[in-house]
């Protein structure tokens, strides 16, 4: 059974820190993997890391896909109240179509 | 707001209810997605559209009825409904099957059965 494990479940820092949020994954057919952040409704998506772009940047977020361990992770700097969501991370697995299988989530809380 | 666009926003209805849920997108997206979310909880995959045609069923029971007339358009029909169906229901797409293009997700119907 496919599987993406998320750690920490929850995260409460002050303004300003760095957060490192976690991500592994056991799955067949790995296709790619997702970060999204969702506040009340939809989640918006982050990045897309893949076998050839194992490394993306925006802004002051930040993520690294690492295929040996299986596993990634997302970087916030200089973090902002508005950074406050839960943070989802998707595998895209192929299974004749593409599906995406979700870790539990990180909800990330930021106190001024 | 997104740029898939799910009505309605919220619905109540009772166990005996026959409603729809709509989706719709127009950015020449050719799958589409329909997620079930409960409470603190991450989007569970239901069902994937390709080219308009069901490709994934995840076991869902037969009180939801998918349906894709057109790549633009995605209907979730419901027909008595359990309260434990109760859920922020979520609608995606994506640029093309087999391609590694993110799915985009609507802002949700947040669905109540009484």
């Known amino acids: 059974e496919d599987k993406v494990v998320q750690s920490p479940l929850s995260l409460v820092v002050h303004e300003g820190d760095t957060v490192t949020l976690n991500c592994s994954y056991e799955v067949t057919n790995f296709r790619s993997l997702l970060w999204y952040k969702q506040e009340k409704k939809a989640p918006t998506f982050l990045f897309m890391l893949?076998?050839?772009?194992i490394e993306k940047k925006s802004g002051r977020l930040s993520s690294i896909l690492d295929k040996k361990e299986l596993s990634s992770i997302l970087n916030i700097t200089a973090t902002q109240t508005g950074d406050s969501a839960i943070y989802l991370c998707?595998?895209?697995?192929?299974?004749?179509?593409?599906?995406?299988?979700f870790g539990q989530g990180t909800r990330l809380t930021i106190n001024p | 707001d997104t740029e898939v666009t799910q009505t309605p926003k919220h619905l109540v209805m009772g166990m005996t209810n026959k409603k729809s849920l709509k989706c719709e997108q127009h950015?020449?997206?050719?799958?589409m997605y329909w997620y079930k979310q409960k409470a603190k909880k991450p989007p569970e995959l239901m069902f994937v559209y390709s080219y308009e045609k069901l490709s994934i069923n995840e076991s869902v029971p037969s009180r939801f009825s998918p349906e894709c007339p057109n790549s633009s358009l995605l209907n979730l029909h419901l027909h008595a409904l359990q309260p434990e169906d109760s859920a922020l229901y979520l609608c995606?797409?994506?640029?093309?099957?087999?391609?590694?293009?993110?799915?985009?997700f609507g802002d949700g119907t947040r669905l109540s059965i009484l």
């Open positions: 893949t076998s050839s772009g």
């Open positions: 950015m020449g997206h050719r799958a």
């Open positions: 995606a797409s994506s640029q093309e099957p087999g391609r590694n293009q993110p799915q985009h």
């Open positions: 998707a595998v895209e697995v192929s299974v004749g179509a593409q599906k995406l299988v």
